[in-house]
């Protein structure tokens, strides 16, 4: 799995833009917890690029204002860990903690 590093406000513009040509996610990743990690290995260990799905890591403990943005911008609450699907510029899907599923995400492309 290839992640694009998610670090700076400007580029959640390009992940809308991106959006509208293929599907695209924002891992929100905590290093201090736990669950973050299981739930970042469990996406990494299942994941397919057949997908189509573009995929954004962001330490939110070193972003912290990226993640405040992302909130704000895609009108998600904040939690950690967390998935957002953004389609066309919309977040259409979002999980957290052990709710995050490799499985779960690839059926959301399909009905959005």
């Not at 599907?23 to 299981?38: A, E, G, M, Q």
């Amino acid at each position: 799995m290839n992640w694009n590093k998610l670090q700076d406000n400007a580029q959640l513009d390009q992940i809308r833009n991106e959006s509208a040509e293929q599907p695209v996610l924002i891992f929100k990743h905590s290093t201090r917890c736990s669950i973050s990690s299981t739930a970042l290995s469990r996406m990494e260990r299942n994941w397919s690029d057949a997908a189509g799905i573009k995929p954004y890591y962001l330490d939110l403990i070193a972003f912290r204002s990226v993640s405040n943005q992302v909130a704000e911008d895609f009108g998600v609450p904040h939690q950690s860990p967390q998935v957002l699907l953004i389609q066309n510029g919309e977040c259409v899907y979002d999980a957290s903690h052990f709710d995050i599923s490799f499985d779960a995400l690839k059926q959301q492309v399909v009905s959005a």
